[in-house]
């Protein structure tokens, strides 16, 4: 008997340990007209962002920064940056004469320990001040994403299904590879990660701009809010997402599963979307599927087929 109360006992401490807030909640936005120096002002609260990694606009007319019919906003991957899919954003707007955003997601594009500080809520806040930003810039909103940036772009489309013209997904994030990151979302998730990974995590940039704006070395408790996310979006129906989707996914995929990415994209409730299977890239991880910096030698096929699915939408 005193046994099995020390047995309840201590599962009761378990279960009471913390764990990864997953807080939905956004907070109100007001965007100003001036977008350029609202951005600007916002990134110059940090003093250590990579130059490059900055939230910004590109304007179709840089001369007369007016609304275009179409604007896109890219949402990219965890530990990156903007930079981790140029310039395949860049040549999307340039072919459809539109107004491209790129977010930088908090904790990103700085230190290690800064990435590790950015919560779940701070992420959500991000997407969807991605959203208002490109619906200031356009009558009609594309999304691009990349792996964890995809999960997000799942939520957005959730909550904001009929604002958004179609969304791109390029490695998305419905469940990682390693599947010991579905037990960083329980109690002590923060303990188990230390235990499993060590105090930090690190790995091999595998190029000088990589290393530039990648953040390869991080407290290990800046996953957390990744596993979290993904615990989030299996909360989702995703028949009720009836928005076109464009996805992109290589089967040897080394990060994310993409047995699960596959599963997601056939429960999509879209009645227009296509998947495409990537069967070659120059990622090792076959994760990072085109832009300059990591597999250029898909950058054509792309920006080609993006173009082509967009135009189908558009015409």
């Excluded at 997407?127 to 964890?148: F, M, P």
């Excluded at 957005?156 to 490695?171: C, F, G, P």
Aim: glycine share 6%.
């Amino acid at each position: 008997m005193f046994l099995a109360i020390i047995f309840i006992v201590l599962i009761a401490l378990f279960l009471a340990g913390p764990r990864v807030a997953i807080k939905s909640k956004i907070r109100h936005i007001t965007l100003p007209d001036d977008l350029d120096n609202y951005l600007m002002a916002s990134e110059r609260t940090f003093d250590d962002i990579v130059p490059g990694a900055e939230k910004t606009i590109l304007w179709a007319d840089p001369h007369h920064k007016q609304k275009t019919p179409v604007s896109i906003i890219y949402l990219h991957g965890f530990s990156a940056s903007r930079q981790d899919f140029i310039p395949i954003c860049d040549h999307v707007a340039q072919a459809l004469g539109a107004n491209l955003f790129y977010t930088r997601f908090t904790g990103h594009g700085r230190t290690g320990d800064a990435l590790a500080q950015a919560t779940i809520n701070d992420w959500l806040h991000d997407t969807a001040e991605a959203l208002q930003i490109g619906q200031k810039i356009g009558d009609k909103v594309v999304v691009i994403s990349n792996s964890t940036g995809s999960t997000l772009a799942t939520w957005l489309l959730s909550r904001y299904k009929s604002d958004v013209l179609a969304s791109i997904m390029i490695s998305p994030n419905f469940a990682l590879k390693n599947r010991f990151s579905r037990l960083l979302v329980w109690p002590w998730g923060h303990l188990i990660a230390r235990l499993a990974i060590g105090p930090t995590r690190s790995w091999e940039p595998l190029n000088s701009q990589v290393a530039t704006y990648w953040t390869y070395h991080y407290p290990s408790t800046a996953v957390l809010p990744v596993a979290g996310l993904v615990k989030l979006v299996e909360t989702i129906d995703l028949t009720s997402i009836t928005t076109p989707v464009l996805m992109f996914l290589s089967p040897n995929d080394g990060i994310i599963d993409p047995a699960v990415a596959m599963k997601c994209y056939r429960q999509f409730g879209s009645n227009t979307k296509q998947l495409v299977v990537v069967e070659n890239c120059q990622d090792p991880s076959h994760h990072i599927l085109a832009g300059n910096i990591v597999s250029p030698n898909n950058n054509e096929l792309f920006v080609q087929t993006i173009v082509d699915f967009l135009k189908s939408l558009i015409d």
